[in-house]
């Protein structure tokens, strides 16, 4: 791949902020859950991003936030373009009525308002992890299966795929042999892309309250600041508020920054 400032620029925080999730425990200075200094202390020596409500670090809670973010970010879209690369080109592979079926279902998902739906269906499941991760995952994949299926129906059309198809090689053939190689940058773009925004959806659904209250993680530091009363009042907000905020922003923008320098690779 030609280098490129976005790939750059979006490489060096992706995984910056992949090593911050790694080494958190080596990381953080205290136990995110734990008391570790006086209620509200403005940053300093002990304490550089200083500390909340009840006294826990609040540095210490941004380097464990952005493990929660991570695995959720990386899971999230695993699932997204996993089920989405096998109805996408599945369905463009077998044709007739299996492709028109599977692409009326996803056109039903895509008609769906998704936010509101995520937020109804974590209400419903109940807060924790796995259901985050199932949640944001299961509302991805019908844009990338069709994405994924516009891509097969192109590539079933090439020579050395119908030739394959001609000799007698399934489906199952076919993709593993033929498509997936060429169907892998497509992929690759799509998971950046829908990683950013898993990070911004289970920040959102933590920040309402709909994840596992016992983990730590980005949005979780932002329901608990804005629910306390004047954090906006005094200088709190600049290191309770504030850091979580920019911390969401950067991963987003980084994992932006990736996705565009893939996505040429993706019409390739």
């Keep these: 791949m030609r280098r490129s400032p976005f790939l750059i620029a979006g490489g060096a925080i992706t995984v910056a902020i992949a090593l911050v999730a790694m080494l958190a425990p080596l990381l953080a200075p205290y136990d995110p859950h734990a008391a570790s200094g006086p209620s509200l202390s403005a940053p300093s020596a002990h304490h550089l991003l200083g500390t909340n409500d009840v006294g826990q670090d609040v540095l210490s809670q941004l380097i464990w936030g952005s493990r929660t973010s991570v695995v959720v970010a990386v899971a999230a879209a695993a699932l997204a373009v996993a089920l989405g690369l096998l109805v996408g080109s599945g369905s463009a592979l077998v044709g007739g009525w299996t492709d028109i079926v599977a692409m009326r279902a996803v056109d039903v998902f895509l008609a769906l308002p998704a936010l509101p ?29 069709r994405i994924v299926r516009s891509r097969t129906l192109e590539l079933r059309e090439r020579g050395y795929v119908r030739a394959a198809r001609g000799l007698g090689g399934g489906p199952l ?57 004047g954090v906006y009042s005094t200088s709190e907000w600049t290191w309770w508020v504030l850091p979580a905020g920019l911390a969401v922003t950067i991963a987003v923008v980084g994992l932006a920054f990736l996705g565009l320098a893939l996505e040429p690779r993706s019409h390739t």
Excluded at 202 to 220: H, N, R, V
């Design 117 to 145: 739906l995520l937020i109804v269906i974590a209400a419903f499941v109940g807060p924790s992890r796995t259901t985050v991760v199932l949640v944001i995952g299961l509302a991805g994949w019908p844009a990338v299966a």
């Design 173 to 229: 053939y076919v993709l593993r042999r033929h498509l997936v190689p060429a169907l892998a940058p497509v992929a690759a773009a799509n998971f950046v892309n829908w990683a950013a925004a898993a990070v911004v959806l289970q920040a959102g659904l933590a920040f309402l309250g709909l994840s596992d209250p016992t983990e730590t993680s980005w949005g979780g530091i932002l329901n608990r600041a804005l629910a306390h009363q």
